[in-house]
């Protein structure tokens, strides 16, 4: 079924017409956040379908984009990664559904052959200034999603792992060091140090409720309500 999707010319119409005879600005700005908001209904199996589909559109269809109208592209695809953000913290960042998202991404989504991901680190299909945007806006749209709960170690882990990979195997020098840029945002840093902070909060407490100090014999019994 996946495939039937990418074959649909429903995806296209929605990536391409609709988006070349719109008027700028406002106009455009309405219609994306109307395309995006199209994953929000979707049940979990046809959101990862339509996701790939919508990147395997856009992909193929990139470099046919003219200049004046590329920014319209540039924001729909904003609006897709942030609306699909979103989606997955609907499922309260379910870490299947975030797994295989992080695959289309990658390009390497086993439930469609020669699938196209904009995070794909060695595909030379990919255009790079697909990727050079995805990256761009990654972690501000996450962060907007997010707030100030944050997404949790585990799910950061996982969404940071095409970038890791685009650092690591990028094609060229610019998108490996685009990549390092966006693990070296300080908001990534702190996500992903949760866990650590946490840790030693946890260590901290054990050492202060165990054992005896030079300050006596009291035993810790955390702090009066």
């Known amino acids: 079924m996946a495939s039937d999707v990418q074959k649909s010319p429903f995806v296209k119409e929605l990536a391409s017409s609709a988006l070349w005879h719109t008027p700028p600005p406002h106009a455009s700005q309405r219609l994306c956040t109307s395309l995006s908001s199209l994953l929000a209904p ?9 996701i790939s589909a ?3 559109t856009i992909i193929v269809n990139y470099t046919s984009i003219p200049a004046l109208r590329l920014d319209k592209y540039l ?9 699909s953000f979103t989606y997955l913290k609907s499922f309260d960042w379910y870490i299947g559904l975030v797994n295989a998202f ?10 469609v052959k020669g699938d196209l991901g904009p995070l794909s680190s060695g595909n030379g299909r990919v255009p790079d200034g697909i990727r050079y945007h995805v990256l761009d806006v990654w972690v501000d749209e996450l962060e907007r999603v997010a707030g100030d709960d944050g997404v949790g170690v585990a799910v950061a882990e996982w969404l940071m792992e095409p970038v890791r990979r685009l650092e690591d195997e990028g094609r060229t020098k610019v998108v490996r060091g685009r990549a390092r840029e966006v693990l070296e945002d300080e908001r990534v840093k702190g996500w992903l140090e949760a866990e650590e902070s946490s840790e030693s909060g946890d260590e901290s407490g054990e050492e202060m409720s165990g054992g005896e100090g030079e ?6 019994n955390g702090f009066e309500d």
Do not use: C, Q, S
């Open 54 to 56: 919508f990147w395997n």
């Open 215 to 220: 300050g006596g014999d009291e035993e810790w």
């Open 102 to 111: 992080v695959h289309i991404m990658k390009g390497d989504w086993k439930e």
């Open 42 to 50: 979707l049940a979990p199996i046809l959101f990862t379908r339509f």
């Open 75 to 83: 924001l729909l695809i904003r609006y897709y990664i942030r609306d």
